[in-house]
T-cell receptor
């Protein structure tokens, strides 16, 4: 099925470890996004990309890095994990804006725990 | 970004229509009104969006006030599967690519 696939679905890290979350979409979307969601809160944007080779900071970018080397993939990296990064991470993609605007397609999330 | 105001929670009976309100008094002329929902333990799901005119799709209807300062998401016949958090979001039609989520309305469906 077409959509956004996130790997892994679950992960436990020790403080100071590094990891990369992978987001892949097969809809040929231009835009891709990484959000985090903490308990009882809405989603907050970490980084986003408006096309292959481009990235930009969102609302809460500190402690994260991203790369968009291929149009279909958007990687989120944690260089040195901290307990404050315990969260559920969602990736999303959308078509080029245009005048009509389009909705986002979200992945099912990665639940990350940093101990 | 212009902000939206939604009730924290609502309840509705199964098989009855549900009207979810959203206020956005500072909306600009280029802001689209988006609605998403998030079922338990899942990622958000696009529901509907509009600019000025009312919109219908297979999931719901979006009624936009004439002055665009408020809107209502209408679920015509609620089912248990519609229990979710519903987010009303404004998205600038020019230049601003990102969606900014608030805390939404938690909808409970009563069997």
């Amino acid at each position: 099925n077409a959509g956004v696939t996130q790997t892994p679905k679950f992960r436990v890290l020790k403080t100071g470890q590094s990891m990369t979350l992978l987001c892949a979409q097969d809809m040929n979307h231009e835009y891709m996004y990484w959000y985090r969601q903490d308990p009882g809160m809405g989603l907050r944007l970490i980084h986003y990309s408006v096309g292959e080779g481009t990235t930009a900071k969102g609302e809460v970018p500190d402690g994260y890095n991203v790369s968009r080397l291929k149009k279909q993939n958007f990687l989120l990296g944690l260089e040195s994990a901290a307990p404050s990064q315990t969260s559920v991470y969602f990736c999303a993609s959308s078509r080029d804006r245009g005048f009509l605007d389009y909705g986002y397609t979200f992945g099912s999330g990665t639940r990350l725990t940093v101990v | 970004d212009a902000k939206t105001t939604q009730p924290n929670s609502m309840e509705s009976n199964e098989e009855e229509p549900v009207h979810l309100p959203c206020n956005h008094s500072t909306i600009s002329g280029t802001d689209y009104i988006h609605w998403y929902r998030q079922l338990p333990s899942q990622g958000p799901e696009y529901v509907i969006h509009g600019l000025t005119s009312n919109v219908n799709n297979r999931m719901a209807s979006l009624a936009i006030a004439e002055d665009r300062k408020s809107s209502t998401l209408i679920l015509h016949r609620a089912t248990l599967r519609d229990a979710a958090v519903y987010y009303c979001i404004l998205r600038d039609g020019f230049g601003n690519e990102k969606l900014t989520f608030g805390t939404g309305t938690r909808l409970t469906i009563i069997p």
